[in-house]
C-alpha cells in the first residue's frame, strides 16, 4: 500500500526491495525473523534520476505483519533540485529523525491504523527554508569506479552533517550514487553507505547486519567496536521520524587515487569520532547508592537499572548503566537516547566476559529502562526484562507489547497496511552482560498533560498484570502508586531501592 508517492517511484522501489528481501533472506536463513527485527532505521538521500525523475530523502525501516511478512517500510519526500538535497543533508537532522519517530511510532502503538499513520506522515514539516549554507569542502577524492558498494563509518553530530554533505558534494560527479546512514543498532555500527543507483540486493543483507559485508562491499576506515552480531538481539520498534531533497555531476579534474580500507583514516580524520571503548567505567563502588533511578533533569531523561535474578554483590551492570548515563554530556543526549544507547551495548562484552572467568565467574544480567521527554513526545528504551507503559484517562498501554498480537478491532481498519505497521516482542528477556546477548528495544509515543509514564525494570515487576498495573497507576499521588505496585511485587526494602519509576506529564 502506498500514499501520495507517485507509481514510477513506487514500481521502481517495491520491485528492486522485493528482490533485495528475497536475497537477504537466502543469505540469513533461520536468522533471518531476529536480523530482520533487529535492523536499525536508515536515512537516505537519491539523486533524480534512480526511481524517477526527482531526487529523493527519507527513512526506510523494518516492519512485519502479524503473519510474519517482512518488508521494508519508506517514508520519502522528493526535491526537485540538487541543491536542496545537500541543504537536507547539512541541517535537515531534524526533519530526518522525525520521519523516524513516526515511523517507529507506528511501530510500537497498535491504535494507530492506516489512516492515522498517513496523518502523522502528512502532519510533518518539509526538510525547511534556512539560509542556505556552503558545502564542506569534498574529502580527498577516491577512485569511485574500483567498487559500486562503499562502507565508512558514520560521524556523530555535526561532523556526521558535514561528512554527509561533503561525501554527496564529491559523489554527484562521480555518477548515480546514493547516500544511505544509520546510527546503527547491535549488530550494525553507525554507518554511511554508498551505492552506485540502489543497492544489489545481494548487498541488502549488511543493511540488517554488518556480519555480512562482504562482496560487493568495499569497507573503508574503522568501525571499531561493535556487539557480538551472533548473540545480540537488539530490534528497534520505534525510532527518529523524516521527509526529502537534492544535487549534480561533473568529472574529477585531477587523477583519481585508489584509497584501500587502511587509507580512508585520512580520508575522514576531522570528522569521525572515537568508538565508545571496550572497557567498563570505572569508580563503580557507591554508584548505587541513590538507588536503581537516575534523573537527569538537564536532559529530561530518566533511567532505571537493576541487576536481575540472585543478588550477587559482585555484579556490576546495573552499576555501568548509571555511571555511563551520570558520565554522558548533557550534549550527548540533546539528540535523544542514541549515544546512550550505543554506549550500553558497548558495555555488553566485557560485563559479559565476567561470567567466564574461570575463577571467579560472575553471572551479570542487568534491566535497563529509558524514557527522554521532548515537548509531546516521548522516546523509550529497555534492555532485558524491563518496560514502559502508558497511562491516560484510566486506560494502560504497554509500549513493549508481550503476548499474542491484538485483534483486528484493536488495529484499526488499515487491513494488511496495518499489519506492517506492528509486530509483537516478549516483556522478558536477556539484559546488559547476559550470557545469550541483550534484547534492546526503542519506542515513542506522545504525551499530555496529566498522563503517566511507568518505567519497571526487572522480572519481578513487568509480569505483573495490566489491571493491577493500572490500578495503581489511577491512584492520587506518585508514591501511593509505586507503593502499591512494589507491594504487589513483594519487595520489603524502603522506596529508594525500587527499581521503578513514574513521571506525571505536567504543563
Given at each position: ?5 507517485p ?9 528492486h526491495?522485493?528482490h533485495a528481501?528475497?536475497?537477504?533472506r537466502?543469505?540469513l ?9 533487529a ?8 539523486p533524480a ?5 526527482a531526487a529523493w ?8 505483519d502479524?503473519?510474519?511478512?517482512c518488508?521494508?517500510m ?10 536542496a ?5 547539512l541541517q535537515?537532522?531534524?526533519?530526518f529523525d522525525t ?10 502503538d497498535?491504535?494507530i491504523?492506516?489512516?492515522a ?7 510533518v514539516a518539509?526538510?525547511?527554508s534556512?539560509?542556505?549554507?556552503a558545502a ?5 577524492p577516491?577512485?569511485?569506479?574500483s ?9 556523530q553530530g555535526a561532523?556526521?552533517a ?7 558534494s564529491?559523489l554527484t560527479s ?5 547516500l ?7 549488530r550494525?555500527p ?19 547486519d ?13 568501525f571499531g567496536?561493535?556487539?557480538d552480531a551472533?548473540?545480540?538481539?537488539n530490534r528497534?520498534?520505534?525510532f527518529?521520524l523524516?521527509?526529502a531533497?537534492e ?7 585531477a587523477?583519481p ?6 587509507d ?10 572515537p568508538?565508545?571503548?571496550d572497557?567498563l567505567p570505572s ?7 541513590d538507588g ?7 536532559a ?7 541487576d536481575?535474578?540472585l ?6 551492570a546495573a552499576?555501568v548503566?548509571?555511571?555511563?548515563v ?7 543526549l540533546?539528540?535523544g ?6 554506549r550500553l551495548?558497548?558495555s555488553?562484552?566485557p560485563l559479559?566476559?565476567?561470567?567466564e ?11 535497563v529502562?529509558?524514557a527522554?521527554l ?5 522516546a ?7 518496560g514502559?507503559?502508558h497511562?491516560?484517562h ?18 484499526g ?10 509486530s509483537?516482542?516478549?516483556a522478558?528477556?536477556p539484559?546488559?552482560g547476559?550470557?545469550?546477548?541483550p534484547?534492546c528495544?526503542e ?5 499530555a498533560?496529566?498522563?503517566r509514564?511507568?518505567l519497571?525494570?526487572t522480572?519481578?515487576l513487568?509480569?505483573?498484570p495490566l ?16 507503593a502499591?505496585?512494589?507491594?504487589a511485587?513483594g519487595f520489603?526494602?524502603p522506596?529508594?531501592?525500587w527499581p521503578?519509576?513514574?513521571?506525571e506529564i505536567?504543563?
Amino acid at each position: 500500500m502506498q500514499r501520495r508517492l507517485p507509481v514510477r517511484f513506487v514500481d521502481c522501489w517495491d520491485q528492486h526491495f522485493e528482490h533485495a528481501v528475497d536475497a537477504a533472506r537466502g543469505v540469513l536463513g533461520n536468522d533471518w525473523p531476529a536480523v530482520y527485527h533487529a535492523s536499525p532505521t536508515w536515512r537516505f538521500a537519491m539523486p533524480a534520476g534512480i526511481c524517477g525523475d526527482a531526487a529523493w530523502v527519507g527513512v526506510l525501516g523494518p516492519a512485519s505483519d502479524r503473519v510474519g511478512r517482512c518488508f521494508p517500510m519508506v517514508i520519502a519526500a522528493p526535491l526537485n533540485r540538487s541543491e536542496a538535497v545537500t541543504q537536507a543533508l547539512l541541517q535537515g537532522d531534524h526533519w530526518f529523525d522525525t520521519l523516524a519517530r513516526v515511523h517507529a511510532r507506528a511501530q510500537a502503538d497498535p491504535s494507530i491504523h492506516a489512516e492515522a499513520f498517513d496523518g502523522l506522515v502528512a502532519d510533518v514539516a518539509g526538510p525547511g527554508s534556512g539560509d542556505p549554507i556552503a558545502a564542506p569542502q569534498p574529502p580527498q577524492p577516491l577512485d569511485w569506479r574500483s567498487a559500486s558498494h562503499w562502507r565508512f563509518p558514520l560521524a556523530q553530530g555535526a561532523a556526521g552533517a558535514a561528512q554527509l554533505g561533503g561525501l554527496w558534494s564529491q559523489l554527484t560527479s562521480a555518477g548515480d550514487w546514493c547516500l544511505w546512514w544509520t546510527a546503527g543498532a547491535a549488530r550494525v555500527p553507525p554507518t554511511l553507505l554508498a551505492t552506485r543507483g540502489l543497492p544489489q540486493p545481494a548487498a541488502y543483507a549488511a543493511f540488517l547486519d554488518a556480519a555480512h559485508a562482504g562482496a560487493p562491499w568495499q569497507s573503508a576506515g574503522d568501525f571499531g567496536h561493535r556487539a557480538d552480531a551472533e548473540t545480540t538481539q537488539n530490534r528497534r520498534i520505534a525510532f527518529p521520524l523524516a521527509p526529502a531533497i537534492e544535487v549534480a555531476d561533473t568529472p574529477a579534474a585531477a587523477a583519481p587515487r585508489t584509497l584501500l580500507p587502511d587509507d580512508l583514516s585520512e580520508l575522514f580524520a576531522d570528522l569521525i569520532v572515537p568508538p565508545a571503548p571496550d572497557e567498563l567505567p570505572s569508580h563503580l563502588g557507591d554508584v548505587l547508592e541513590d538507588g536503581p533511578v537516575r534523573y537527569r533533569a538537564d536532559a529530561a531523561l530518566t533511567l532505571v537499572a537493576a541487576d536481575d535474578g540472585l543478588r550477587d554483590p559482585r555484579r556490576q551492570a546495573a552499576a555501568v548503566a548509571h555511571a555511563l548515563v551520570d558520565e554522558l554530556d548533557v550534549a550527548d543526549l540533546a539528540g535523544g537516547v542514541g549515544v546512550l544507547r550505543q554506549r550500553l551495548l558497548a558495555s555488553h562484552a566485557p560485563l559479559r566476559r565476567r561470567g567466564e572467568d574461570l575463577i571467579d565467574p560472575v553471572s551479570e544480567d542487568a534491566a535497563v529502562v529509558v524514557a527522554q521527554l521532548n515537548h509531546q513526545h516521548a522516546a523509550v528504551l529497555r534492555i532485558g526484562s524491563a518496560g514502559v507503559w502508558h497511562y491516560r484517562h484510566g486506560r494502560l498501554h504497554a509500549l513493549f507489547a508481550a503476548g499474542e498480537a491484538a485483534d483486528d478491532d484493536s488495529l484499526g481498519h488499515g487491513g494488511e497496511f496495518d499489519d506492517l505497521l506492528f509486530s509483537r516482542v516478549t516483556a522478558a528477556a536477556p539484559g546488559l552482560g547476559a550470557a545469550s546477548g541483550p534484547v534492546c528495544e526503542e519506542a515513542a509515543c506522545t504525551v499530555a498533560t496529566g498522563d503517566r509514564l511507568l518505567l519497571m525494570a526487572t522480572q519481578a515487576l513487568v509480569q505483573l498484570p495490566l489491571e493491577l498495573l493500572a490500578e495503581a497507576l489511577a491512584l492520587p499521588s506518585i508514591d501511593g502508586a509505586r507503593a502499591r505496585i512494589a507491594a504487589a511485587a513483594g519487595f520489603r526494602s524502603p522506596a529508594v531501592h525500587w527499581p521503578l519509576a513514574i513521571i506525571e506529564i505536567t504543563p
